[in-house]
């Protein structure tokens, strides 16, 4: 039977919780009182809190922060931890028709004013520029709204923007069709590098967020504890055991083609969540 529900998005299709998922099942195995169970994943892009309100799943792993601040004010989750660090990448077609800067020099924010004027001056033309976005309220979303807004821009306000592809579907599928239709996307960092060699046979990374805490492509994954969850016990041993030396040592050997796909939480960002929970300064 299944006994700890996680909801998870694109850190689920990597296969990471289904590693730390298994060690789990392992490490209980001789436990009389759980006894032999399984744990369920929840494919989650996006709005996850509504699925740990409506007590469907026991731990929301996201990297929605505003979202994560609201879960605990409005009491749907009892606990909040970071979990690991993912980085977003901003990708595109190698022969990068936007004739984008490849050697690193320039920001995100440049890149994309770069691409905004690009997509604009050749919509209608052909060949034409496009940039895919993950059009679903996901995490990635979310981000890449924010990062368009910082220069000023809302493509997806304008409904003529058809350089603009809005695109409805899980990260590693918008990744694929962005690879298919040789145009560019922001996506997880773990997506691109657990992506198929032919996906990324015509893509490139143009700029990779670090783990400087104050870079806008960092990407801190987080898992919230449901208040009402099933077996919250079970729940809160895993999330534990996962924030601790064992759970951070695996997430760190986790990696694709002898490829390490994420970073170790920062000791400073584990077990604040009732610290923040019961403050009013922002979640980091």
């Known amino acids: 039977p299944i006994k700890l529900r996680l909801g998870v998005g694109s850190s689920g299709y990597s296969g990471l919780w289904k590693g730390l998922a298994e060690d789990l099942v392992r490490s209980t195995a001789s436990d009389r009182k759980l006894g032999r169970f399984a744990v369920g994943w929840y494919e989650v892009d996006a709005r996850p ?111 003529h923007s058809s350089w603009y592809h809005r695109y409805v579907n899980t ?32 893509m490139m990374v143009f700029k990779r967020g670090g783990d400087d805490e104050k870079d806008p492509l960092l990407c801190p994954v987080h898992a919230l504890v449901g208040t009402n969850a099933t077996n919250k016990e079970l729940a809160e041993e895993f999330l534990e055991w996962v924030i601790e030396a064992e759970g951070q040592k695996l997430i760190q050997a986790f990696a694709i083609n002898g490829i390490p796909l994420y970073t170790e939480a920062p000791v400073s960002l584990r077990r604040l969540s009732w610290f923040y929970h019961h403050s009013d300064m922002d979640l980091v």
């Open 49 to 159: 809190f509504n699925l740990l309100a409506e007590n469907v799943i026991d731990i929301s792993v996201t990297c929605h922060l505003l979202s994560q601040k609201t879960a605990l004010a409005q009491g749907v989750a009892s606990r909040r931890e970071c979990c690991f660090r993912d980085h977003w990448v901003l990708g595109g077609p190698k022969r990068n028709p936007a004739g984008l800067v490849t050697d690193g020099s320039q920001s995100i924010f440049e890149l994309l004013s770069t691409l905004f004027i690009a997509g604009i001056c050749t919509s209608g033309a052909s060949p034409s520029i496009h940039f895919l976005t993950k059009f679903d309220a996901s995490a990635a979303n979310v981000k890449e709204s924010n990062l368009w807004s910082t220069i000023g821009q809302a493509p997806w306000s304008d409904i």
């Open 171 to 202: 990260s590693p599928k918008a990744l694929e069709v962005a690879a298919q239709m040789q145009e560019y996307t922001l996506i997880e960092g773990g997506t691109w590098l657990a992506a198929d060699a032919e996906t990324r046979e015509n």
